[in-house]
């Protein structure tokens, strides 16, 4: 028994290796509020004991990092705090015309009921043909497995693989969506604002290069 806990905590040390959080727990210090109306990141999060980021769901925008981000495997967890919703994780966000409130971006959709669905925001592709409809004004790759997402109220994880414009999202450790050819293939990472609060836990990212 020894041996086996000593092998799975060896793992997990092994997993965990180079990983970095990208919130400080502390402040939003690293991070950028976009939003309309314009607010205050205090405004829209907050941090709360332990660390954990709670959002407020509004106003309709996104907190983003400052820095850019290329090759990297990004562990986020999330929870409804109260009614679920809509919210997003949104990577590779980079300059150019935006889609309403939204940037230029690869949407990895939290929504209640969607989880792990991935969305081209913007001028963002893919080589993957969508599921939504011809001329949808939402553009929609759903995910492929099962839903996966917990409870409302309980935490789920989403590990993102992203890898020279390959994506993969894992939520709950079942496998759920995979792109390739993703453009843009590198810059910001952001977690939406779209009306319902949420709350983020561990959210850490390990470079792949």
């Not at 929504?111 to 969305?119: R, V, W």
């Not at 843009?184 to 949420?198: D, K, M, N, V």
Request: with cysteine; proline share 7%; hydrophobic share 40%.
């Amino acid at each position: 028994m020894k041996k086996l806990l000593s092998a799975a905590i060896l793992t997990l040390c092994a997993q965990s290796a180079g990983a970095v959080d990208l919130f400080n727990g502390r402040d939003f210090s690293g991070w950028t509020l976009q939003t309309t109306p314009a607010a205050k990141v205090g405004d829209a999060f907050r941090v709360l004991p332990g660390g954990v980021i709670a959002s407020a769901g509004a106003p309709s925008g996104f907190l983003a990092t400052t820095e850019n981000y290329r090759n990297y495997k990004l562990h986020v967890e999330w929870r409804w705090s109260g009614k679920p919703g809509n919210g997003g994780v949104l990577l590779h966000i980079t300059p150019g015309t935006f889609d309403r409130v939204w940037p230029v971006s690869l949407q990895v959709q939290t929504k209640n009921g969607n989880a792990g669905d991935l969305l081209p925001m913007a001028a963002a592709s893919f080589a993957e043909p969508l599921t939504s409809a011809p001329g949808a004004a939402t553009r929609i790759k759903a995910h492929t497995a099962a839903d996966s997402e917990k409870p409302v109220g309980e935490w789920n994880e989403c590990d993102i693989v992203s890898r020279d414009g390959t994506v993969e999202v894992t939520v709950n450790g079942v496998p759920q969506n995979r792109v390739t050819q993703v453009s843009p293939a590198s810059g910001r990472i952001g977690f939406q604002l779209e009306g319902t609060p949420y709350e983020l836990r561990n959210v850490t990212l390990t470079p792949l290069d």
